[in-house]
């Protein structure tokens, strides 16, 4: 017979396990040179010419 509690029980130790287990998925934690680049390259070129518009949209930098 499953009474409630044991259901509770069940349910908080699915709960522990799963938040003390590692996760498998993860960000990496570096970006590589390719993405720097890129980085680098919106700020030079794309970035300015945003900013000024929202600057001119508001009315102050």
Do not use: D
């Given at each position: ?8 029980g ?8 799963a ?9 990496q ?12 390259a919106?700020?030079?070129?794309k ?15």
């Open positions: 017979m499953v009474t409630r509690r044991s259901i509770f069940f349910v908080a130790t699915l709960s522990a396990t938040l003390l287990a590692p996760t498998r998925l993860s960000a934690g570096t970006i590589g040179l390719a993405e720097r680049r890129a980085i680098a919106y700020r030079a070129e970035y300015p010419a945003i900013e000024a518009g929202i600057q001119q949209a508001a009315g102050f930098p």
